[in-house]
């Protein structure tokens, strides 16, 4: 069973970086596709960044697209989200999620089996 453990949230200002982590264990790492996504309090839920299994791939939503990077190491089995110029807009808790079918669309949320419990990233002044 692949679980996924994100770490690296909490209170910041806006204008500063935040560095997420997820930890993935119970599968093969390099054979996954891997997403951040996240959700504001009373919101649905939005589709932040994804990356292939071969890296070949990465697909940001226009809103972070800049300030958000995703990486990966597959040593490591951990994706990172890279969070610069954060803002009050970007408040929301960060799912990490994976898959290993790659017949779907990076930014198909749906497509993602495999999630973790979150963690919430606080942009406040």
């Known amino acids: 069973q692949v679980q996924l453990v994100e770490f690296g949230g909490g209170l910041v200002q806006p204008g500063a970086s935040l560095r997420l982590s997820c930890v993935v264990s119970?599968?093969?790492?390099?054979?996954?596709?891997m997403a951040w996504i996240r959700q504001a309090a009373g919101k649905e839920r939005e589709f932040v960044t994804a990356i292939s299994f071969h890296v070949q791939k990465i697909y940001t939503a226009d809103s972070v697209k800049g300030r958000f990077t995703i990486s990966r190491d597959n040593n490591r089995n951990t994706v990172y989200l890279q969070m610069n110029n954060l803002t009050l807009e970007d408040t929301a808790t960060y799912y990490c999620a994976a898959d290993f079918d790659s017949s779907y669309k990076l930014q198909d949320m749906t497509a993602y089996d495999y999630w973790g419990k979150g963690t919430l990233v606080n942009v406040s002044s």
């Open positions: 119970g599968g093969d790492f390099s054979r996954l596709n």
